[in-house]
């Protein structure tokens, strides 16, 4: 079985390389029940790791493009002095529409499918929600 950070440079090899990266991976597990995806545990905190840096870029930040489903917008252009801005699309209050924005959060969407874990119950298995 691989590990989350052999996941992330497997998959998005542009990450692995990110000083931040071992903050993120401990971010996205605080979020993830390792009982609730089990075998898939690995998986699912590499999955979402990668989500958040392409979640990053499409909002500007620095790190390198992957994963992204659609793109930002420009708002306003002038030739004067050049500048441009984007209409970038704001984090939706819902977890799952969040996760749809990208390439890794849909397959997050489907991991959590395929183990019985709503989006909504954010890695808590469902018979600990009765």
Do not use: C
């Given at each position: 079985?691989?590990?989350?950070?052999?996941?992330?440079?497997?998959?998005?090899?542009?990450?692995?390389?990110?000083?931040?990266?071992?903050?993120?991976?401990?971010?996205?597990?605080?979020?993830?029940?390792?009982?609730?995806?089990?075998?898939?545990?690995?998986?699912?905190?590499?999955?979402?790791?990668?989500?958040?840096?392409?979640?990053e870029k499409?909002?500007g930040g620095?790190?390198?493009?992957?994963?992204?489903?659609?793109?930002?917008?420009?708002?306003?252009?002038?030739?004067?002095?050049?500048?441009?801005?984007?209409?970038?699309?704001?984090?939706?209050?819902?977890?799952?529409?969040?996760?749809?924005?990208?390439?890794?959060?849909?397959?997050?969407?489907?991991?959590?499918?395929?183990?019985?874990?709503?989006?909504f119950q954010?890695?808590?298995?469902?018979?600990?929600?009765?």
């Amino acid at each position: 079985m691989l590990t989350t950070l052999q996941i992330i440079s497997l998959r998005a090899p542009q990450f692995s390389t990110s000083p931040r990266l071992s903050t993120m991976i401990a971010y996205a597990q605080e979020g993830i029940n390792r009982a609730a995806f089990g075998d898939a545990y690995e998986n699912a905190v590499a999955l979402k790791v990668m989500h958040l840096f392409t979640i990053e870029k499409i909002n500007g930040g620095t790190e390198q493009d992957t994963g992204i489903i659609g793109s930002a917008q420009i708002a306003s252009e002038s030739e004067g002095s050049l500048s441009r801005s984007y209409a970038i699309k704001q984090a939706s209050s819902s977890d799952a529409e969040d996760l749809k924005r990208t390439g890794f959060g849909l397959e997050y969407l489907r991991l959590m499918q395929t183990t019985n874990i709503s989006a909504f119950q954010k890695g808590v298995p469902s018979w600990l929600q009765r």
